[in-house]
């Protein structure tokens, strides 16, 4: 059962545009999200969170939203760069119990110049 | 700051070998210590994770064992490699307070040949 989802395995996007991953999600008991960046044979990088308290946070060129309603989260990124070409893993944890994180699949984003 | 390393960073072992990864935090005390697996076109699985020395909880049947043998370190291992355990290993360490985002290692890519 794949409690978090990332439908989109890839994304193209031009340099100076706008990336946008998507990632769902089907545990309500899910309050913590996160993003991280993977360059191929390297560990993943952290990015980004977002507790559930909120439904936006910012940090320079990438903002995280979360939808509670709908179970959605996205990652935009603005402007998209070339370095930024990587895949991208959505990641959830509940605060209640061991908070241990469940990774979606990841989507590979393509910037091109 | 906080450190993570493991290895070796890349391996080649034939089926039925024995399996030796080890990690490292550096930088912290009593972290919360994972092993992940990146299967090739999947994302990130856990495998084990660790609240202390010598307590291990494992999260999916398989030929793999986890060991803390101290605060810091972190093994993973196997009496009898199979083709199946062919992947991508990453360690990684968390605070295990708060919102419990975890910092990976740079990973140890496996082929059992």
């Known amino acids: 059962d794949q409690q978090v989802k990332q439908n989109s395995p890839s994304l193209s996007v031009q340099e100076g545009r706008i990336s946008i991953l998507n990632c769902d999600y089907t545990?309500?008991?899910?309050?913590?999200f996160l993003w991280y960046k993977k360059y191929p044979a390297e560990g993943p990088t952290f990015l980004i969170s977002?507790?559930?308290?909120?439904d936006k946070n910012e940090d320079g060129r990438f903002t995280v939203f979360l939808n509670k309603s709908a179970k959605h989260l996205s990652l935009h990124i603005v402007p998209s760069q070339p370095g930024d070409s990587a895949v991208y893993f959505c990641a959830a944890s509940a605060s209640t119990g061991f908070q241990k994180l469940v990774f979606g699949t990841g989507t590979r984003l393509l910037v091109s110049p | 700051s906080q450190t993570i390393h493991q290895w070796p960073a890349t391996l080649v072992q034939p089926v039925g070998s024995p399996l030796s990864l080890e990690c490292t935090v550096e930088g912290t005390s009593n972290p919360n210590l994972y092993w992940y697996r990146q299967a090739a076109g999947r994302g990130l699985q856990l495998l084990f994770y660790s609240v202390g020395i010598g307590q291990i909880s494992s999260e999916v049947p398989q030929n793999l064992s986890a060991s803390r043998p101290q605060d810091r370190q972190f093994i993973l291992s196997s009496k009898k490699l199979l083709l199946s355990d062919s992947g991508f290993y990453l360690c990684a360490w968390s605070t295990g307070v708060g919102g419990n985002t975890i910092y990976f290692g740079e990973g140890s890519w496996l082929t059992v040949v």
């Open positions: 545990n309500s008991m899910f309050d913590y």
């Open positions: 977002i507790s559930s308290i909120k």
